[in-house]
């Protein structure tokens, strides 16, 4: 077996694909969050329960409507979406001009109404959701087993983080709304309507978070504190990235991904902490992040 | 030490006059349940575990020695410090008698310490850490159900002895699972296993894979999950998502029936795990299972649930027959008779404060061998308490060793 | 005079509070309240929000704990250890961070105390997930004994006047102005030669400090310290009192800690149990829309609109 200062490089390359996998998720929530911050500068804290939300969905689909995981992969994220929407329009649009500190303390305080309610309907064991027959089985690599799903997870999502961010960067559309939330009056004047642009780029960010929710259901337990788990970490990749950057939010999901998968193998105890070990490093040195501008 | 000697002489002493005299404290009679309502681990014991002590309550009759049991429960969300300034309000100014439920061990630890100060019994129904009865063990102590060292010999062992010598751990890193996994790890090495090696996940990990990669690449026979809730649950899926299920055995060291029900048949089935209490059992556990399903909904009892009941139970049969609620004296009396109900069988409360009874080692049951839903474990095995639990003299419980 | 007069009232009404009211319960709210009035010098006055605050808490709690459990020490002692190593890890921290502003800034607080709480979750001394049990409580100065609640209370309240006092002579000295002037106007103040950075640091010292006095007082008055303490849902839990009650306004922090504490105390036990998170959830949300300036900036407002 292929040896380097004692390390095994086959069990080494099954943990990077895993930590690009883990990547992926990380990309796509990280992507959601900073696009909600780079264009409305809401710090949106119930990015996690949207993301839970979006994995009990699908779970009450299958359960009570019939509706299988493809269908919920379409619809939940539409959901999602309006529900976003409706949260923004009502609860979020008063205090969209306020310090950042309250929409964080808003959409938080919403997180914890979320998870507590969940967790009163559903209990906290976690419900179980079938991998999607088409998906089961896996490859057999030369390091590694590759569950189908796990290779389906990597591949959607970056097809959707690649497809979201040249949306954002590279179209008209994008353009206005980059344009829309740099200066708003600008844009009213030109006829565009701003509001609209806002709110819907809140519904898309939450509809994004409800699509890893979807994705995470067939392999995490689909549990009512999923959310407030990994909210923490994705956050710190979004600051990584450089707040506000699509691509930077992006690459340092998969980034991170990679970095933890490493320190499951040589540190195990310290996998949840070394991101932000990174992010102390990052502001320190960087203080705008990888890819962010200085401001 | 001196304190414990002090006490022991008091029991004696109270032991052989309190018979006589009915008195009971404040006039009544009060039982405080501490559960975890709201977090994780609240159906392992929440509102399950304090209507639990209603019922028995209830099926008692509401009085014992012509005063009324009350029952007051709390929310401890497994913070230690809240559990313990529940208790110390509950002891200072509600004239709590008793402390039943309480899941998290660290909050089990701080309930104990504070009502063995106050001289009252804790009924520890729901915690696995089997400190109580040993290095932690109090004359205020009687832990029922199950604990960590029952769970391991029941599952660890015969596996062991069937020829799976090479074990793998992938441990949660906190307390309990390093207490599961050193207590699992002996009984692997004393039936000639070994351990090749062990991975310590943080608490809260959601994706296994990385860590189910080592344990698939260490060449065991079995990777053991010495972990809980739903980190047991994500370990395991992930374990058949790898398609390590069909090389390797799987051993669950802490499965409650809650868990095993969320759990895809198609992942968990055929998985072996132990447990104090199955509800369909025998006639007598179904009987009981159904008055309380009636009253929770129709979620099904867990041996938590049940083990909270028979703890309850008999603490108030030892009320009576002491006729006292002093907690010596209560305590002598729950020591002396025996715990024979639907839940335990063969059960006696141990001098160190263990209800030692039968354990089941049970497999889950595959989809195709299912009536229903609630239909879960397929009983394989029926452990006798003195083989599940460690031996008094092996737990090193210093006021139970130096009484003999 | 007026002030003057309510001072004494309150001081009077919490002397002998423990006579109406379970003095743990009422030392729990003076400890919360103490550290959200330290959470508050921070936010309220110089304008930085940390969001790690739980390591200051959780520092002092640990090392008071750890000291008192090992080497018996008396309660001063274990206290005044305690409040050091907040001070000193406050200082390190605090350097690191100062270094950014706003969202940054609170991104800095936020991985520091990561990376803490992984070190308290490791750490042998701490026992995990246990907590360190069993602190004793000791005898004030060898003479005073304060397993006894009463002479605990009161010892309790001494250090939260002290330690409230210490905030209020702050905040209206010269040291407090400048830091008032650099939340309000940063560019401004360091035209005026001010070294911000240095200001900012020193408060932020004082707010670790006084955060980890709160901690050790707590892990005396509990006889435990544990991983909550330094988790960063208590982190988020402050800013919650400090909201609640009223950001930069002296006594806001007080009675938001007081709020807070006295809801979980009720919801504990009652009906509503199931809900608690749900209620902490509405309460965040009804103080961001509905009283931003907190209960007593609501107060304030009341008062400036009925008597002017």
Known sequence: MATLFDINLFALS????????????????????????????????????????????????????????????????????????????TLIRPIAHEDHLYSLLLTFGIALILQGLFTHWFGSSGLPYAIPEELQGGTRLPFMYLPNYRAWIIMFSLVVCAGTWYLIEKTKLGAYLRAGTENPQLMQAFGINVPLIVTLTYGFGAGLAGLAGVLAAPIYSVAPEMGSNILIVVFAIVVIGGMGSIGGAILTGLAMGVVEGLTKYFYPEASNTVIFLVMVLVLLTKPAGLFGKEA | MNLISKILLASALVASTSAAQANISDGKVKIGVM???????????????????????????????????????????????????????????????????????????????????????????????????????????????????????????????????????????????????????????????????????????????????????????????????????????????????????????????????????????????????????????????????????????????????????????????????ESRAVMAKMKEMPVEDFFSRNGFLRKDGRMVHDMLQVRIKKADERRDGNDIFAIENVIPGKDAYLPLDKGGCDFALSQN | MNNKMLNLLLLGLALVAPLALYPVFLMKALCFALFACAFNLLLGFAGLLSFGHAVFLGTGAYVTGYLMVTYGLTPEVGILAGVGASALLGFIYGTLAVKREGIYFAMVTLALAQLAFFFYLQAPFTGGEDGLQGVPRGKLFGLVDLSDNLNMYYFVLAIFIAGFGLIRRTVHSPFGQVMKAIRENEPRAISLGYKVNQYKLLAFVLSATLAGLAGSTKALVFQLASLNDVHWFMSGEVVLMTLLGGMGTLWGPVLGAGTIIAIQNVLASGPLANYIHVIMGIVFVLCVLAFRNGLVGELQKLIRKNFN
């Open chain 1, 14 to 89: 099954g943990q990077l694909l895993i930590g690009l996998i883990n990547g992926s998720f990380y990309a796509l929530l990280a992507l959601g969050l900073a696009i909600i911050f780079g264009l409305l500068k809401i710090i949106n804290f119930s990015h996690g329960a949207l993301y839970m939300l979006g994995a009990f969905s699908a779970w009450i689909g299958l359960e009570y409507l019939q509706l299988n995981y493809w269908w919920a992969l379409v619809l939940v994220p539409l959901g999602i979406g309006v529900f976003g929407i409706l949260l923004e329009r």
């Open chain 2, 35 to 325: 559960g975890d309502m709201g977090g994780v681990y609240a159906e392992i014991c929440g509102r399950g575990c304090v209507e639990a002590v209603q019922m028995a309550v209830d099926d008692f009759g509401g009085k014992v020695l012509g005063s009324p049991i009350e029952v007051i429960s709390a929310d401890d969300q497994n913070k230690p410090d809240l559990g313990s300034t529940i208790a110390r309000k509950w002891i200072e100014t509600e004239q709590v008698d008793v402390i039943n439920g309480s899941v998290a061990s660290s909050v089990t630890g701080a309930i104990t310490k504070l009502m063995t100060e106050h001289e009252k019994i804790t009924l520890i129904s729901a915690s696995a850490s089997h400190a109580f009865t040993t290095k932690s063990c109090s004359p205020f102590n009687a832990q029922w159900t199950y604990d960590v060292v029952a769970m391991a010999n029941g599952t660890v062992k015969p596996m062991v002895q069937s020829g799976k010598k090479k074990w793998f751990f992938v441990t949660a890193d906190y307390a309990f699972g390093h207490a599961l996994e050193s207590v699992a790890t002996d009984v692997i090495q004393a039936n000639g296993g070994e351990v090749v090696g062990a991975v310590r996940a943080p608490l809260g990990t959601t994706d296994f894979s990385s860590y189910i990669l080592q344990a698939q690449s260490s060449g065991a026979d079995v990777i053991a999950l010495a972990n809980a809730g739903n980190d047991m649950v994500n370990s395991l899926k992930t374990a058949a998502e790898f398609g390590v299920t069909d090389m390797m055995d799987i051993a669950g060291l802490m499965v409650f029936t809650q868990n095993a029900q969320a759990l895809d048949p198609a992942i968990a089935g055929g998985m072996k795990l132990t447990i104090g209490f199955y509800w369909d059992m025998d006639e007598q556990t179904r009987e009981w299972s159904k008055r309380y399903m009636a009253r929770m909904g129709g979620a099904i009892p867990s041996m938590i649930h049940a083990g909270t009941y028979s703890s309850t139970m008999h603490y108030l049969k030892a009320v009576e027959a002491a006729g006292t609620d």
